[in-house]
């Protein structure tokens, strides 16, 4: 079998995964076939110092990186169908030739971003931000802007409110869910972010939703289910997304149950229903060592990820096991959640003070997780007791 590993992607995770497989000195052929014209990216500042005018685009690696360790990276190049039977993807693109075979496939095709649903969405002035020509053509757009509706109270949609803000733009922020961040922090702690953005000066309007988007050839503002009409110059649509499978169509590769958030159907190493065909990142959905599957949107994730799924590919013991953590960053403050807690845990508060706080989460006695906001270095400490099973008492006293 040819050891020439293909990356579908071409972002966090195929950077990634190329790194890990050469720092193993992987000896075979590395093609990374990205559809963006762009080297790969960090996405996280796009909706941070991108918006805030602080960064252009911040690259993975300096451009000569992939040359330099042999790892072909075809931009602009999509892939459009996978036959694992033959080995082989099927691609579009100026230069690329109609197949490339490989020995191991690498899915790492990320998301697209949930287009607004209702009337208006399709307006020039409205947004999405997953791409850096996304983000730039919004920050284009900002300083002749006053007012911004932000629909969606996400983590990108919460981040956006903070960039609009800071760069002087008056926010609304709508979101169906009862506070920002309901769903990722539960509903204990998701007040403190309310908290954050309402002392910015966001008006946050919770358990409201957008019926439209308003305009005639652009859009001027949005009509709130309750029939309120707010103005606005521009308006951001954060309202998640979904992996874009289409060109797995006919391949046979098994998709996981809408239920368990869909994506890619993989082991706990990646490994999908094809042989030698793997994915990772924000369009795989991974079971744990019980089975149960998740599909999860975040940095630190997708990286982990691609370590395991190198390790695999290149015959090497599994990584040792890291503690699930995310980021992000809401004006001046960085919030992080460690471990996965799920939102009815009971949560106890340890420290707030009005501004900053740090919390933990337990279920039936045990730590799931923490989570705090401008307590990055009390949260970090943590971290071994979310490796094994620790009674969250131990914290508490
Ligand atoms: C604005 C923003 C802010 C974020 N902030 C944070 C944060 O603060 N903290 C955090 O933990 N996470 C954050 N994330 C999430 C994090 O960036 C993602 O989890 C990570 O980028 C996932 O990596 P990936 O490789 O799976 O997908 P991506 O990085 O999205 O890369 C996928 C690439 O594949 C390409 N592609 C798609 N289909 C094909 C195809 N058929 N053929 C070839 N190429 C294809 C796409 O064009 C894209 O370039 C943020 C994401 C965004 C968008």
Redesign the pocket.
Known sequence: MSDHVVI???????SRLAEALRGNDFPGAITI????DHP?Y???P???SVLLGDDDRVDLKPADYYADNDIDLRLG????GVDPARGRVVLSGADAPAELEYGTLVL????RPRPFPGAGGDLPGVHV???SDD?AALRAELDGARRAVVIGAG??GC?TSASLTKRGLRVTLVEPAPAPLAAALGPAVAPFVTRLHTEAGVDVRAATSVARILGEGRATGVELDDGTVVDADLVVVGIGGRP?LD?LAGSGIELADPATGGGIACDESGRTSAPHVYA?????NWADERGARRRV??????VDQAVIAAAEIGGHPRPAPTVPY????QYDLKVQLLGSPRPDDTVHVVDDDGRKFLAYYSRDGVLTGVVGAGRVGRLMKTRPHLLTPTPVADLLT
């Open positions: 579908a992607g071409g972002g966090l995770g195929a076939l990205a559809a963006e790969p960090d996405r996280p796009l909706s941070k190049t999509r892939v459009t790492a095709t990320g998301l931000i997953r791409t983000a983590f990108i981040e874009d060109y990772i990142g924000d369009a795989a949107e975040h940095w630190n994730h997708t995310f980021w992000t960053d």
